[in-house]
């Protein structure tokens, strides 16, 4: 496991559907089983929302905030179009007050792309058909 918040997580999804994580331990769950049960978590299991304050939402979450920013997007163009310039206040995503950062690029300079990451579902699916990482 990554640390131990993603362990307890995992832990918790398991214990809902009756599978004791330490039997992995035991000797009672198999890796393979580990692995394809993790693959096939639901969206919102609570180790997803470990990955950060977006990871984990439902389907449907996701639809709203890109519904929200298509309408943001067609206001600032019309507001453009009768000569108004909308702050960066009214383009800014409701959920940055929320994460305390801005899920938009920067413009111009910024970090280098970091090193290449696999999601834990990832890494599942992999294992589980004996792929490698």
Do not use: I
């Not at 180790?47 to 984990?56: F, I, L, S």
């Not at 920013?69 to 453009?80: I, K, P, Q, S």
């Amino acid at each position: 496991m990554g640390d131990e918040t993603t362990a307890a997580a995992l832990e918790v999804d398991f214990l809902a559907y009756g599978v004791d994580l330490l039997d992995l331990y035991r000797g009672r769950l198999s890796f393979r089983r580990v692995c394809a049960l993790v693959e096939h978590l639901p969206d919102d299991a609570a180790v997803w929302r470990t990955a950060g304050p977006q990871a984990g939402w439902p389907r449907t979450d996701y639809l709203l905030v890109a519904l929200e920013r298509r309408v943001t997007l067609l206001w600032a163009t019309v507001a453009a179009a009768f000569g108004h310039n909308p702050t960066e206040q009214q383009l800014a995503s409701p959920l940055d007050a929320l994460t305390g950062h801005s899920d938009r690029p920067a413009v111009s300079g910024g970090d280098p792309p970091g090193p290449e990451t696999k999601s834990l579902r990832e890494m599942a699916r992999m294992m589980h058909n004996g792929q490698e990482f």
